[in-house]
C-alpha cells in the first residue's frame, strides 16, 4: 500500500526525484528507492517521517547522521549525496546498493564460508579504520548495517544514526545507552567512555555470528543481555563452528574481550590479522583438475542398490554356508564400472598436462571445500523428530540384518515378519533422506569426504595407475598459477631425472628421494610461516608482547628452511638442465645431490628440536612443528 509519506515525499521533490518503491523503515527513518531525474540514476532517499520530524532533538541527531555520513568518503561506506529539506520533509539522498544486508543474507542462508566472512570482515574493517581516523565511530555496528553488493559481494557500512563525531570526543551521554544490546561493547552497554575498540567488539559479535549462525549472548531481556555482554565471557567459537579455521577463530575472539586494551589497538591492526588469517591466495583449480575432483558418476545410485539388495542376499547366504561367493561376486560387482569410470576421468586429467601431485593437491582442496559446505548444511539444531527418525531407521535395520544372519522358521508369519522389518527400514531410510535426517553424526561427515579417493590417490595404487594411465604424448599445459614453488621445482627436476639416459640415473638413483625431502620441508615451511603470521598478528594481551619475539624467530626459522630447501632444489635442476644441454661431467650432480642430501638431515634435526616451541610460544594455539603434506 502506497502510504501518506509516499505521496508527500513525491510531491515535495516532484521533478528532481521519481520514487519508485519503500526498501526499508526503522525507529529513525524511512528509505525509499527512486530514480534522480537529471542524472537518470537509482539512488535511495532516507527520511524522517513527519511524526518525529516535529522534535527538535530527533531532528537534530537524523541531520547529524547525514552530516557525519556526508563528510566519510570510501569505497565501503555508502557515500551521501545530497542533504535537505522540502515542504516539511528532512531528508538525505545516498547511493543504492543492489543487494541484501548481512542480516538477510544470514537468515536466508545460514553462516557465511570462513573465505566469504574474512573478506567482508575485512572489507568492513577497512571502512571503520577510516571512519575512526576522522574521530567518528559508528556506535551500532550489525548485520543490518552491514549491506552487500549482488554484483560484486562488497561490503558497505551505513547508519550512521547514533555515531559520534570527533566534537562529541567519543563519550556516551551520561546514563544513556544507544545502540543495539546483542551488538553493544561491555563499556557501551554501562555508559562508559567509547573509542573505536568498541566498534571492533560489535564487528566481533558479527563475525562471531556470520561463522557460526548463532550469537555469542542471548537472553530474555535487554537489562539481562546487557549483564552478559558486561561480565560473561562469549563461548569458544570452536564449540559453535568447529570448522572454522584456527586463525580466524583467534581473531574473532581477541575482538570479544571484555577489556578494550586486550583488543585490537585499531581497525589497521584488525585488517592485518584478518589478512594473515585469510591465508595465501592461490590461484583457481583449472578446469581439468576441478572437472575430476567433482567427477562423480551417474548412475552410483543403481549401484548402490544393486549393492543394498546383494547385501542383503549375501547375509542370508552366509547364514546357510552355501553359495555366498556367488553372492558376494555380484555384490561387488558394481565396482567394475565406478572403476572404469574414475579411471577414464582421472586419464583425462593427465592426458591434459597434470600430475598425480596435482590430483592430490587439488583432491585436498576440494575435501576443505566440501567441509565448508558440509559445516553449514549441517549447522542448524537437529530437532526432536529427526533424532527419533533416526532411531527408529537404525532399529529398523539393526533388526532386519538380525532376522537375515539368525533366521526365523519358514511359516508364512516369519516370511510376513522378515519382509515387514526390511520394506519399513527401506521407507524409513528413504522418508529420512527425503528429509535431511542425519544418519551420520555431523563430526564424522566431514572425515567421509574423498576419504577413499584420497586414500587410494595417495598411495602406492594411486601412483601405480597414475603411471598406467598417463599417455606418452600429453598436453604441456601452461595453467599451473595454482602451485607453490617447491612443488613446481620438484615436477620439473621429476621431468629432468626421467629423461636421462639409464646409466646416468644409476649413478643418482636417490634423487627422487632427496627432491621429495626436500619439498616437503619446503612445504612444511611455507605453512608454518602462514601459520606464524595469523597468531603474531593476533597476539594475546600482554602475553602477546613477551611471545612476539619468540613467534618472529620461529618465523624468520621457517622462511630460512623455506629459502634453502627452494634453493637446493634449484641447484638440482640447473644441473639437470646442463646435463640435458651437453655437459656430461656428473660431478656437479653429485655434489649438488651430496649437498641437499646433508641439507635434508640437518632439517630433519631441526625440526626434531623444535618440537616443543609451540608449547613455550603458546601451547594450544600453534603447532610449529613441520607438517609433511599429502
Known amino acids: ?21 519503500e526498501l526499508g523503515r526503522g525507529g529513525m527513518g524511512i528509505v525509499y528507492l527512486a530514480r534522480e531525474v537529471q542524472l537518470d540514476r537509482l539512488v535511495a532517499i532516507k527520511i524522517l517521517p513527519s511524526a518525529l520530524a516535529s522534535r527538535p532533538d530527533v531532528r537534530e541527531r537524523f541531520l547529524r547522521e547525514a552530516r557525519t555520513a556526508a563528510s566519510l568518503s570510501h569505497p565501503h561506506i555508502v ?23 548481512l542480516g538477510d543474507r544470514l537468515r536466508a542462508r545460514g553462516p557465511l564460508s570462513a573465505a566469504a566472512a574474512t573478506r567482508l570482515l575485512r572489507e568492513v574493517t577497512w571502512a571503520l579504520s577510516y571512519a575512526h581516523g576522522r574521530g567518528i565511530v559508528h556506535r551500532d555496528i550489525k548485520p543490518d548495517n552491514i549491506l552487500v553488493e549482488s554484483e560484486t559481494g562488497r561490503a558497505l557500512v551505513t547508519d550512521f544514526g547514533i555515531a559520534r563525531g570527533p566534537a562529541e570526543t567519543f563519550i556516551s551521554d551520561p546514563g544513556q545507552v544507544m545502540g543495539t544490546a546483542h551488538f553493544m561493547s561491555p563499556e557501551q552497554a554501562s555508559g562508559e567512555a567509547i573509542d573505536g575498540r568498541s566498534d571492533l567488539y560489535s564487528l566481533g559479535v558479527v563475525a562471531y555470528l556470520a561463522v557460526s549462525g548463532k550469537l555469542p549472548f542471548d537472553a530474555p531481556s535487554i537489562p539481562a543481555l546487557l549483564v552478559k ?15 572454522a579455521p584456527r586463525a580466524l577463530i583467534e581473531v574473532i575472539e581477541r575482538c570479544l574481550r571484555k577489556s578494550p ?3 585490537f589497538a585499531s581497525g589497521e591492526a584488525l585488517a592485518e590479522a584478518l589478512e594473515a588469517a585469510s591465508g595465501p591466495v592461490r590461484a583457481k583449480l583449472p578446469m581439468a583438475l576441478r572437472v575430476w575432483t567433482q567427477a562423480s558418476d551417474p548412475l552410483r545410485p543403481a549401484y548402490i542398490a544393486w549393492s543394498g539388495v546383494f547385501t542383503m542376499g549375501l547375509l542370508s547366504e552366509m547364514r ?38 596435482d590430483l592430490r593437491a587439488a583432491l585436498a582442496a576440494w575435501q576443505q571445500e566440501r567441509r565448508e559446505e558440509l559445516a553449514f548444511e549441517l549447522g542448524e539444531s537437529e530437532t526432536g523428530w529427526a533424532k527419533a527418525m533416526r532411531g527408529v531407521t537404525y532399529a529398523l535395520v539393526a533388526g532386519a540384518g538380525f532376522l537375515f544372519l539368525e533366521g526365523l522358521p519358514h511359516t508364512l508369519l516369519s516370511k510376513i515378519v522378515i519382509i515387514s522389518t526390511i520394506s519399513g527400514a527401506v521407507i524409513s531410510f528413504t522418508v529420512s533422506n527425503a528429509l535431511g535426517v542425519r544418519m551420520i553424526s555431523k563430526r564424522i561427515r566431514p572425515k567421509l569426504i574423498g576419504a577413499l579417493r584420497s586414500m587410494i590417490v595417495n598411495s602406492r595404487v594411486g601412483e601405480w595407475a597414475a603411471k598406467l594411465l598417463t599417455p606418452k604424448n600429453r598436453k604441456r599445459t601452461a595453467d599451473l598459477d595454482y602451485r607453490p614453488t617447491e612443488m613446481a621445482l620438484g615436477l620439473a627436476v621429476e621431468e629432468l631425472f626421467a629423461a636421462l639416459p639409464q646409466t646416468y640415473r644409476e649413478h643418482v638413483s636417490d634423487l627422487p628421494r632427496v627432491v621429495e625431502a626436500l619439498e ?26 613477551a611471545s612476539t619475539p619468540k613467534l618472529i624467530a620461529a618465523r624468520d626459522a621457517a622462511k630460512r628452511e623455506l629459502g634453502t630447501s627452494v634453493a637446493a632444489l634449484e641447484a638440482i635442476r640447473l644441473d639437470l638442465l646442463r646435463l640435458h644441454g651437453g655437459a656430461s661431467d656428473l660431478r656437479p650432480i653429485t655434489t649438488a645431490l651430496e649437498a641437499a642430501r646433508e641439507l635434508g638431515e640437518e632439517l630433519d634435526r631441526l625440526s626434531s ?20 603434506p599429502a
Do not use: C
Not at 551521501?80 to 545516498?94: N, P, Q, T
Not at 586429467?349 to 598425480?356: F, K, M, N, P
Not at 616437503?520 to 608482547?545: P, Q, T
Open 1 to 21: 500500500m502506497i502510504d501518506r509519506e509516499f505521496i508527500g515525499l513525491q510531491d515535495a521533490l516532484a521533478g528532481e526525484y521519481s520514487l519508485e518503491r
Open 79 to 101: 557515500p551521501i549525496y545530497r542533504v535537505g529539506e522540502a515542504k516539511g520533509f528532512v531528508f538525505f539522498v545516498m547511493a543504492y546498493v543492489n543487494g541484501e544486508t
Open 229 to 243: 555482554q558486561v561480565g560473561s565471557e562469549a563461548p569458544a567459537l570452536s564449540s559453535v563452528a568447529p570448522t
Open 261 to 263: 586494551a586486550d583488543r
Open 320 to 357: 546357510t554356508g552355501r553359495d555366498w561367493p556367488i553372492v558376494l561376486a555380484f555384490d561387488l560387482l558394481p565396482l567394475v564400472p565406478l572403476t572404469i569410470f574414475h579411471a577414464r576421468k582421472t586419464y583425462q586429467a593427465l592426458a591434459a598436462g597434470y600430475t598425480l601431485r
Open 520 to 545: 616437503a620441508h619446503a612445504a612444511a615451511a611455507r605453512a608454518r610461516v602462514d601459520e606464524i603470521n595469523a597468531l603474531a598478528s593476533i597476539g594475546d594481551g600482554h602475553a602477546a608482547s
Open 609 to 628: 628440536a623444535q618440537r616443543d616451541v609451540a608449547d613455550v610460544v603458546r601451547p594450544t594455539a600453534l603447532d610449529l612443528r613441520p607438517h609433511t
